[in-house]
């Protein structure tokens, strides 16, 4: 449904993306055995999603990708591993700090429209028997719940790296696992038996 040259920009992104990966036999394998097994949809399965709008939006796709055939986003020559996330928290993510490796395209910068996302905060609550269901085996609870969380340790963009429960460190991304957040960039208060996660962004940011 979006805007032609919306689908072309992503068109762009994910040939170069999987060209990144095509560069080497491992990188193939994944494509192959994971990626077309989770992400590729045949015919048939457009036919089943979209139902009496299958022609339409098959021929739009297929447009966007013939119209921008062997364009790519490249760095030094080489395709860019071009990242993408829903929203951020009104600044992108530094991939090191994500991935633990440093891409020189892939810095913090502003992007403060994404603050106007309709979805751009969301709410988590859990009582403490829930909280302590899904973080089951990682921590072993013990003392005041309002003392359960210490303050969390964030990057500029706002990526939490370490937060601690209950005196078990954690990153903010396997907090964000555990408990099914829509990010990693969050702040957690406690009232009334509730543990209140506030959510900022959806995805890795960067």
């Known amino acids: 449904e979006y805007d032609m040259e919306t689908l072309k920009a992503q068109a762009v992104m994910l040939r170069s993306f999987c060209m990144t990966y095509m560069e080497k036999e491992e990188g193939k ?6 990626w077309l097994k989770e992400y590729y949809f045949s015919k048939q399965d457009c036919q089943n999603l979209w139902e009496e709008k299958t022609e339409e939006y098959y021929e739009k796709i297929k447009k966007a990708v013939a119209d921008t055939d062997k364009l790519l986003i490249t760095y030094d020559g080489k395709p860019i591993t ?6 951020s928290s009104g600044k992108t993510e530094d991939c090191k700090n994500v991935w633990g490796s440093e891409r020189a395209y892939l810095k913090p910068v502003s992007s403060e429209g994404d603050k106007l996302a309709s979805n751009y905060i969301s709410q988590a609550n859990f009582t403490t028997d829930e ?8 921590v072993n609870f013990g003392g005041k719940a309002e003392n359960y969380f210490s303050k969390p ?8 790296t370490e937060i601690s429960v209950c005196s078990v460190k954690l990153t903010g991304f396997e907090l964000q696992k ?8 969050f702040e957690v208060n406690y009232s009334d038996g509730v543990f209140e996660f506030t959510v900022y962004g959806a995805g890795h940011g960067v």
Request: no cysteine; aromatic share 2%.
């Open 82 to 87: 071009a990242a993408y996330h829903a929203i």
């Open 178 to 185: 555990l408990l099914d957040l829509r990010s990693a960039n």
């Open 153 to 160: 340790v964030k990057t500029e963009s706002g990526t939490v």
């Open 131 to 138: 909280l302590k269901e899904k973080l089951k085996g990682k």
């Open 29 to 34: 394998k994944i494509i192959s055995d994971k």
